[in-house]
């Protein structure tokens, strides 16, 4: 979630490519930060991300545990 608000796609990119975690809507979340980054160089406009609700499935205790986890974000443009 901290590489989604920081609106760098490569750095989401990163994190996926590192941690190889299975994120449903990956896909389009790097599509949409992409756009973003296009909107703020292009369009001078800025935005900002907020996560507004998070909830896991279960907790991982272990490394074998897995867990799905919920998020829901906001996007409002600042400038």
Excluded: W
């Excluded at 829901?72 to 600042?78: F, I």
């Amino acid at each position: 979630m901290d590489k989604i608000s920081s609106q760098e796609p490569g750095a989401f990119a990163r994190y996926i490519q590192e941690y190889s975690n299975t994120i449903c809507g990956r896909h389009p979340i790097a599509v949409y930060l992409s756009a973003l980054r296009y909107i703020k160089q292009d369009e001078n406009q800025t935005h900002k991300i907020e996560f507004v609700k998070y909830a896991q499935s279960s907790q991982v205790k272990k490394s074998s545990d897995s867990s799905v986890s919920y998020a829901s974000a906001v996007v409002t443009r600042v400038s």
